[in-house]
T-cell receptor
Framework: GDSVTQMEGPVTLSEEAFLTINCTYTATGYPSLFWYVQYPGEGLQLLLKATKADDKGSNKGFEATYRKETTSFHLEKGSVQVSDSAVYFCALGDPNAGGTSYGKLTFGQGTILTVHP | DADVTQTPRNRITKTGKRIMLECSQTKGHDRMYWYRQDPGLGLRLIYYSFDVKDINKGEISDGYSVSRQAQAKFSLSLESAIPNQTALYFC?????????????FGPGTRLLVL
């Protein structure tokens, strides 16, 4: 079945450091890929997404490129801020799945990011 | 106002008690989902509903039941709560249609079973 593997956390960085959180996936077909962010005490929010190979999703300075050849969707940001401290989830969805599988998301285990001033 | 709301936000209960967690949405979406979040395990799907008459089990449905009272309301029940159901529970919604997999989450309900 479909699965998502994220880089183990927690990740601790200083403000203005470069961030990479690795995400790889296993899926049949051509999934859409997502990054969700969970700020302390809140629910998950969509950060960015990509729906086909070589697409780049971007939002709030974060970027991720859908790499079909390496089945990866790594999250990057050039200069993190304290306000980026959160849990980040990679997820995949299969728009082409049939029946009751269609529309469901499979999540990775989450990566905790802490940014210090 | 939030598009997806959950009540209660926090709940403490005892082993063996029946409890209900409620979710309401104003997004007009047909699809609704219940997840639980445990440290290091990400989100795991409990139940999902693609419309009022369509309810499906997720990967960890044992010990849980759901009710879709209306398009906007989806409730999760623990018939007889046990300590390993202590977790953070999230409701989510999504649209129907090709490529519409983006899900929108409520703020969560933190449940402690003693």
């Amino acid at each position: 079945g479909d699965s998502v593997t994220q880089m183990e956390g927690p990740v601790t960085l200083s403000e203005e450091a470069f961030l990479t959180i690795n995400c790889t996936y296993t899926a049949t077909g051509y999934p859409s890929l997502f990054w969700y962010v969970q700020y302390p005490g809140e629910g998950l929010q969509l950060l960015l997404k990509a729906t086909k190979a070589d697409d780049k999703g971007s939002n709030k300075g974060f970027e991720a490129t859908y790499r079909k050849e390496t089945t990866s969707f790594h999250l990057e940001k050039g200069s993190v801020q304290v306000s980026d401290s959160a849990v980040y989830f990679c997820a995949l969805g299969d728009p082409n799945a049939g029946g009751t599988s269609y529309g469901k998301l499979t999540f990775g285990q989450g990566t905790i990011l802490t940014v210090h001033p | 106002d939030a598009d997806v709301t959950q009540t209660p936000r926090n709940r403490i209960t005892k082993t063996g008690k029946r409890i209900m967690l409620e979710c309401s949405q104003t997004k007009g979406h047909d699809r609704m989902y219940w997840y639980r979040q445990d440290p290091g395990l990400g989100l795991r799907l409990i139940y999902y509903s693609f419309d009022v008459k369509d309810i499906n089990k997720g990967e960890i449905s044992d010990g849980y039941s759901v009710s879709r009272q209306a398009q906007a309301k989806f409730s999760l029940s623990l018939e007889s709560a046990i300590p390993n159901q202590t977790a953070l529970y999230f409701c989510a919604t999504s649209e129907t249609g090709q490529g519409q997999e983006t899900q929108y989450f409520g703020p969560g309900t933190r449940l402690l079973v003693l």
